[in-house]
């Protein structure tokens, strides 16, 4: 079993209404797990948001708090509700409305990882998957909850940022003939889970970085935009998915030669978007 359902990071003191979560990053793959799995320690490996943890980890240093997941995606995944159960990986679960998820096995309790590879000779029983998802997806889910609360206590309203990574062909059937290819994709729900303007901010950071970016295809957020998204509340959710080519080999899942000077330019982005939910200062300047 993984150590802990989580990492949270603080910063030293709490200065803006951001939060950022990075739920695919964990890779704590225990002995037992990996004795069960039919892959090997590489491929188990392969939907892992390998290394977002390290490339988001400055987060509190610009005032924001940061939760990571401690287990690994294909272990359970903090991604998808907890009612999302896969009647093909889990004993005594009834077909119900279709779940494109679901149906493709990335349920909360995964039944394939990347390319479709399966992770399971047969089938586990349902009380596995209860304690996965009491033993780490609850925890997860209360720990930012609470984070997201707070921040709407201390600033009256709450930016998720939640952080993942895609594989490079991942763009390949949306790349415009003669377009720079996106590098990074945005994903609100098409604007269902957060304000335009936050999101226009979002957007305009990573543009001055250099990077290119579009908007909720193929990625518009999951299970956790969907979930936390609730703009008229004040409470915001945006994905943000990052090619991976960029900073890691993704056959080797090794940082690449990039990966410290991009991990640098994200600093200053992660910095501007701590900015959008700092409360803004009122001149004491006399007219």
Not at 31 to 44: A, D, K, P, V
Not at 108 to 116: D, E, H, I, Q, T
Not at 236 to 242: K, L, N, P, R, S
Request: hydrophobic letters at 40%; aromatic letters at 8%; glycine letters at 6%.
């Amino acid at each position: 079993m993984p150590k802990v359902a989580y990492h949270l990071l603080h910063p030293e003191r709490r200065t803006t209404s951001v939060v950022f979560a990075s739920p695919h990053s964990g890779r704590d793959y225990s002995g037992s797990f990996l004795r069960r799995t039919n892959l090997n320690e590489h491929s188990i490996r392969s939907s892992e948001d390998a290394f977002v943890d390290q490339l988001f980890d400055s987060a509190p240093n610009a005032g924001a708090p940061f939760i990571k997941a401690g287990a690994p995606r294909a272990y359970v995944d903090l991604n998808r509700g907890a009612d999302e159960l896969d009647p093909a990986l889990i004993e005594g679960v009834s077909r119900a409305g279709h779940n494109p998820r679901v149906a493709s096995g990335l349920g909360v309790v995964p039944r394939v990882v990347a390319n479709g590879q399966a992770i399971y000779s047969g089938k586990i029983s349902m009380s596995e998957a209860n304690r996965r998802i009491d033993t780490y997806w609850r925890p997860y889910h209360e720990a930012l909850q609470t984070q997201l609360d707070q921040a709407h206590l201390m600033f009256r309203q709450a930016i998720l940022i939640d952080c993942h990574s895609m594989p490079h062909e991942a763009m390949d059937s949306v790349v415009r003939s003669g377009a720079r290819r996106p590098e990074v994709v945005l994903g609100d729900r098409f604007g269902a889970a957060a304000d335009e303007v936050i999101v226009d901010r979002i957007e305009a950071a990573f543009d001055r970085a250099g990077l290119v970016v579009t908007r909720n295809t193929p990625f518009a957020g999951a299970y956790i935009t969907q979930h936390y998204g609730r703009p008229t509340r004040g409470r915001h959710a945006v994905q943000i998915e990052i090619d991976r080519a960029i900073y890691m080999n993704e056959h080797l899942i090794r940082p690449n030669g990039n990966f410290q000077a991009f991990r640098r330019l994200l600093m200053t982005v992660i910095a501007e978007i701590a900015d959008i939910g700092r409360p803004v200062e009122k001149s004491l300047a006399a007219e």
